[in-house]
């Protein structure tokens, strides 16, 4: 069975703080993705990595996916209270389904 | 709006009792998965139909079953419910399978209470 891990499981900042949250496996997945989750609603899809070391920028959010393919960070530069969220990676195993992370609940405070 | 469609939004239901959750995917999605969310288990897969066939399987328990129809619009039934099964349903859709790396995309779940 393939597991994702995601650290911290929770995490409160000041508003204008950066952050990284991780997301680690022992498994190899042929993409990682990354979603945020908002109270009474679905996780919706900030970034797919594909291939191993890439990084992708999305204004201030910074993923990166390992040179192995196990691995991923998030890092949030400048929070803003509207970066307030679960966020959850989701490792692509080959062809069969999206394992889930259980997520990094992340408060930005005013 | 992620063009996913789950119906009902709110489900209340007694022990014993069995229910069915609806999911219209985003138009053109052949992909359907279903997710459980529950605050101690995260998501968990339950069950993958692609194009009316069933892909992949999770932990998905012998009470629930899933059929995804000629219309591609897909349901759960959840039989023999317990208390705890009172969680976040999610169904997502999307264009392929994981193989081919397409997001899913969520619908906004059936939040069932079995009391």
């Known amino acids: 069975t393939q597991l994702l891990e995601q650290s911290p499981q929770f995490l409160s900042i000041q508003e204008g703080e950066n952050l990284t949250v991780y997301c680690n496996s022992s498994s190899v997945f042929s993409s990682l993705q990354w979603y945020r989750q908002e109270p009474g609603e679905g996780p919706v899809l900030l970034v797919t990595v594909v291939t191993g070391g890439e990084v992708k920028k999305l204004k201030r959010l910074t993923f990166q996916f390992g040179d192995a393919r196990k691995d991923s960070s998030l890092h949030i530069t400048a929070a803003q209270p509207g970066d307030t969220g679960l966020y959850l990676c989701?490792?692509?195993?080959?062809?069969?389904?999206?394992?889930f992370g259980p997520g990094t609940r992340l408060s930005v405070l005013p | 709006d992620s063009g996913v469609t789950q119906t009902p939004k709110h489900l209340i239901t007694a022990t014993g009792q069995r229910v069915t959750l609806r999911c219209s995917p985003r138009?053109?999605?052949?992909?359907v998965y279903w997710y459980q969310q529950s605050l101690d288990q995260g998501l968990q897969f339950l069950i993958q139909?692609?194009?009316?066939?069933?892909?992949a399987k999770g932990n998905i328990l012998e009470r629930f079953s899933a059929q995804q129809f000629p219309d591609l619009h897909s349901e759960l039934n959840l039989s023999s419910l317990e208390l705890g099964d009172s969680a976040l349903y999610f169904c997502?859709?999307?264009?392929?399978?994981?193989?081919?790396?397409?997001?899913?995309?969520f619908g906004n779940g059936t939040r069932l209470t079995v009391t």
């Open positions: 997502a859709s999307s264009a392929g399978g994981a193989s081919y790396n397409s997001p899913l995309h």
């Open positions: 138009s053109g999605d052949l992909s």
């Open positions: 139909y692609y194009n009316g066939e069933e892909r």
């Open positions: 989701a490792g692509a195993n080959y062809g069969q389904n999206f394992v």
